[in-house]
């Protein structure tokens, strides 16, 4: 797996790197300290995951983010920060970042990363405990101009508490694959990438995800 560490403090960049290459199975291609680096470093070397501050000196990480996966719809960008503001977990979600970590978690970073390449989001303990406080925020969101069925309804609810598809089959007494063939539909329905985007969809209301 090969990865790219951008944070404006050097000694986390090298700490991060020394941990996560110990093992031989973590490539770090490069270290970075802006936004605007980030951004030159992903384009030249196109790792598999970018791993990535959010506040740093002379541009952020959410920006880099942003621009990053406007041209790399698939680029997979797991950010590690002190910050847990509603705020800066939505702005993530909301641009297709793949993971929110808290950097205490350090043990999390690894297989963190390893969930990533295997297609899964990841968000560290911190951030899935604020998504109850998240959801008392929601906006209405008119679904009856999407023709979303209950049943479609109950996945999407399901989805957003931060179930997998095996939990949500259990609760719906369904099998795995009509969970997917459901998830597939709603996210065709509703023009969505990803569960990630569809549970933010439902937490913060359309224009939270949508508008941008």
Known sequence: MNIIIVDDDQLVCMS???????D???QVLATGGTGPEAVELYERYRPDILLMDIQMGGGNGLDAGEEILSRHPDARILFLTTFSDDEYIVKA???GAKGYLIKQDIASIAPALEAVMSGQSVFGSEIVTRLPELMKKKQNVDLSAYAIGERELEVIRLVAR???????ADEMYLSEGTVRNYLSTILDKLELRD?????VFYLMGK???LDK
């Not at 931060?162 to 949500?168: A, R, T």
């Not at 569960?195 to 549970?199: D, K, S």
Request: hydrophobic share 45%; aromatic share 0%.
């Open 16 to 22: 991060l790197k020394t941990i996560l290459q110990a």
């Open 24 to 26: 031989g199975e973590i």
């Open 93 to 95: 979600l909301r641009i």
């Open 162 to 168: 931060g179930l997998s598809n095996k939990e949500i």
């Open 195 to 199: 569960r990630t985007q569809l549970a």
């Open 207 to 209: 224009s939270g995800i």
